[in-house]
């Protein structure tokens, strides 16, 4: 079995939109259907090719490295990285997850108990209603607070700290679609240029 088609590929929708992460050997079958196209950056920008031009191209332009090629007894193909959906326009449907860099943005990067604008090295999450009091990990527990302020309430409610919240914390609305793309998938130096890095992330744990 050619270990390369156990490779991660990026799926993009009609859009150019990040929508999937697949094995390699599902996004040669959607190839071969004539249901996406490779997209490969060359020249300062990006193509698409159907499979038979891209095998024209895997002759013209070998791959350096064994796992970027599937090998056949004819020819060898190089990997895709990034596919192009021919029909598929829609995002995928799924829960926002609850993270650290999710919860930065939901609160703009400002202590939800002094109001300072701070950079995210500056912040820490809090549990409004500390775990030792049964508080959960949960969108409506948790805020961005900055480090004086943690120290400050410590583990206690924010009325026993004489501290208060300046707005309530909800489930946001918006749905990051990345995080929900790559989950704990590791990425592609090439996958850059069509995800946002700011949600490369891991989901908070309870």
Partial sequence: MDVALDQSVLVLNRLWQ????????????????????????????????ALLDW????????PLVPLEAVHT???????????????????PCKELKLTRNNVFERDKTTCQYCSRFLPREQLNLDHVIPRAYGGKTTWENIVCSCIKCNSRKANRLPHEAHMRLIRKPV??????????????????????????VAYWNVELEE
């Fill in 73 to 91: 007894p004819n020819r060898v193909i190089r990997l895709p990285r990034v596919i192009l959906l021919s029909f598929f326009d829609r995002l």
């Fill in 55 to 62: 095998m024209d191209f895997s002759v013209a332009n070998p």
């Fill in 171 to 196: 489930k946001p609305k918006w749905r990051p679609v990345i995080s929900l793309v790559l989950g704990n998938q590791q990425h592609h130096e090439v996958w850059k240029d069509f995800l946002d």
């Fill in 18 to 49: 990040a929508v999937n992460v697949i094995g390699a050997r599902r996004a040669f079958g959607l190839l071969a259907r004539g249901h996406a196209q490779v997209v490969h950056h060359h020249d300062d920008d990006f193509r698409t090719y």
